[in-house]
């Protein structure tokens, strides 16, 4: 069981992205909560948003907040990241976190002109 995450690549600021992750071989998916984490070069790994089993429960960071929005489909058990009005500073490796499976190789993001 793992989870793989898509999506990332290089965009302009004030661009968009959608990221996602899927965890298409874990059947107790739709029981846990799903955080993104991003990692920034020479930085320490920070929570981004995280979305309840049933999705009705959303919080994210500070920075994020009004430009990233997460959503899941449970039926594909599949999580995702929309990302708009991308910022230099949002730069980073994206992880998500299923509890009881391990971390995914992330997907990077990089935003420049």
């Known amino acids: 069981v793992r989870v793989e995450e898509s999506g990332g690549g290089l965009v302009q600021p004030g661009g968009s992205l959608r990221l996602s992750c899927a965890a298409t071989?874990?059947?107790?998916?739709?029981?846990?909560?799903v955080n993104w984490y991003r990692q920034a070069p020479g930085k320490g790994r920070e929570l981004v948003a995280s979305i309840s089993a049933t999705g009705y429960d959303i919080n994210y960071a500070d920075p994020v907040m009004g430009r990233f929005t997460i959503s899941r489909d449970n039926g594909r058990r599949t999580v995702y990241l929309q990302m708009n009005n991308l910022k230099p500073e949002d730069t980073a490796v994206y992880y998500c976190?299923?509890?009881?499976?391990?971390w995914g190789k992330g997907t990077l993001v990089t935003v420049s002109s």
């Open positions: 071989e874990f059947f107790s998916f739709t029981s846990y909560a």
């Open positions: 976190y299923v509890p009881t499976v391990p």
